[in-house]
DNA sequence: TCCGTTCTACGAAGAGTTTCGTATATTGTA
DNA sequence: TACAATATACGAAACTCTTCGTAGAACGGA
């Protein structure tokens, strides 16, 4: 099968939980990532496979440090979580975020204070809303 | 390994491709799923497999109607969807719904009509909230 | 220089997902 | 009864994801 390079793919969960370790330590090595993991304990190679396969597909970037090679998160966290969302919504949701962002708070109940942030996020989106009409 | 049948694992892609069809025409056959499919053709037996493999994981139920078996989604839609939505608030979000729903709002930009439901939703929820403080 | 440490590279195994070919049973009809 | 159509069951291949063992290169200290 053939390698698509030019948009990132969503990352599986495995690559997933690599990419948060990055986005809170960029510029890491192998052996960082290992010591600082705080999920299920994984091998050295393991890691360092999953990172070579990462970089392969463009989810990682890296550069050499010594001998050792330091990996950064290709795209930014809020990118990516925008393409989990969105792939989400799309198979899931026919497309509309409204009725995921109703189970989201059904599933998770959010904190007096998160409501009110997100009442004003969207009224910040009305508005914009009156002014594009697309 | 061994299999978990006390609840229900998410669905994988293909599985909730079935499953939307399944929600909309419950209690169909294969024929009748392979002929209102909309999606990429598949061909009839793979579709059989899928549905045979979901009603081992406990996905789909399934009754005799003649020779042939009528299928219907074993969980409903909504409950469907809230798994889904955990999952991905717990993988990506760190359990926190309100960066979800931010997130939602950017990718799709919901219409004025769906951005003003979804304030009513949240004013529900705020005066809920407010009453259990737990 | 030689040895132990630490790194990358490579290959492959195991599990899960998705696809489909083939075999077999059942039904209805001429 | 015999045939054609249509159903399920079964097994395996192709693919992806995840894990890890082994090999070999590079570095630093005794």
Same mark, same amino acid.
């Given at each position: 099968?053939?390698?698509?390079?030019?948009?990132?793919?969503?990352?599986?969960?495995?690559?997933?939980?690599?990419?948060?370790?990055?986005?809170?330590?960029?510029?890491?090595?192998?052996?960082?990532?290992?010591?600082?993991?705080?999920?299920?304990?994984?091998?050295?190679? *393991? =890691?360092?496979?999953?990172?070579?396969?990462?970089?392969?597909?463009?989810?990682? /970037?890296?550069? !050499?440090?010594? #001998?050792?090679?330091?990996?950064?998160?290709?795209?930014?966290?809020?990118?990516?979580r925008t393409g989990l969302v969105t792939d989400l919504?799309?198979?899931?949701?026919?497309?509309?975020?409204? *009725? =995921?962002?109703?189970?989201?708070?059904?599933?998770?109940?959010?904190?007096?204070? /998160?409501?009110? !942030?997100?009442? #004003?996020?969207?009224?910040?989106?009305?508005?914009?809303?009156?002014?594009?009409?697309?």
């Amino acid at each position: 099968m053939e390698e698509d390079l030019s948009k990132p793919r969503n990352p599986t969960p495995a690559e997933l939980e690599i990419l948060r370790a990055l986005w809170k330590s960029p510029g890491s090595t192998v052996r960082e990532l290992m010591e600082s993991s705080t999920g299920k304990p994984q091998g050295y190679t *393991t =890691l360092l496979k999953m990172l070579q396969i990462m970089h392969e597909k463009g989810l990682v /970037e890296r550069q !050499e440090d010594g #001998k050792a090679h330091r990996y950064s998160a290709a795209s930014g966290q809020s990118e990516t979580r925008t393409g989990l969302v969105t792939d989400l919504i799309n198979r899931a949701f026919e497309g509309a975020a409204k *009725t =995921l962002v109703m189970h989201a708070l059904a599933a998770k109940r959010p904190s007096r204070e /998160e409501l009110a !942030e997100i009442r #004003k996020m969207l009224e910040m989106y009305e508005e914009r809303t009156e002014e594009e009409p697309k």
